[in-house]
Structures are given as C-alpha cells and as structure tokens.
C-alpha cells in the first residue's frame, strides 16, 4: 500500500486556510508555507489586479511602478477578462476596499 499525500486537491488546501481564518492562525499558516520571494510576489500580483481594476494606468506603467514584467501584467489581465463581470466586481469589493 502506497501513502497518498493529505493534500492533493487545490480545494482541500482552500480548506485548509478556510479552518486557519475560523481559527485565527491564517497569518501563520500563510507566513509559514510561502517564502519571503512568494510573499512579495502575491503583494504585487493583488497590486496588479487593483491597478488594472482602477484602470488608470496603462499596463506598462504599471509594470513599471510595480517593478515586475509587462508578461506579469498581461497574465494578471488576462485572468480578468476570464471571470465574469460578477467575479471582478466581488474581486475589485475585496481589493479595492478602504
């Protein structure tokens, strides 16, 4: 008998971090599993999706204000154009909440 690993679905380890929030432990479990590199990296791909969700600048600017590459921005763009316009608006709810 082979062991299978805990976690094998995307939607097992959404549950994982669901438990973490109800728990309080959501900053620890995230800070623990992602390195200092993926933390940053999550930081500017929410900046992308609120910048290009404003629509005030243009996707190099805000390759350039950002610090990443324009293929990063156009990812990000294109994630959008994927959802339905009832995604965006509870994605731009979420992000672009004071």
Do not use: C
Not at 37 to 49: C, G, K, P, T, Y
């Amino acid at each position: 008998m082979t062991e299978q690993p805990q976690y094998q679905e995307w939607q097992q380890v959404m549950d994982l971090i669901t438990r973490a929030v109800q728990d309080g432990q959501h900053e620890m479990l995230l800070t623990m599993l992602m390195t200092a590199d993926e933390r940053e990296a999550l930081i500017a791909r929410v900046n992308i999706f609120g910048e290009l969700m404003k629509g005030d600048l243009s996707q190099r600017q805000i390759s350039q204000m950002l610090g990443v590459g324009i293929a990063t921005i156009t990812r990000g763009s294109n994630e959008l154009k994927s959802r339905t316009d009832a995604e965006k608006q509870e994605l731009s709810n979420l992000i672009l909440k004071s």
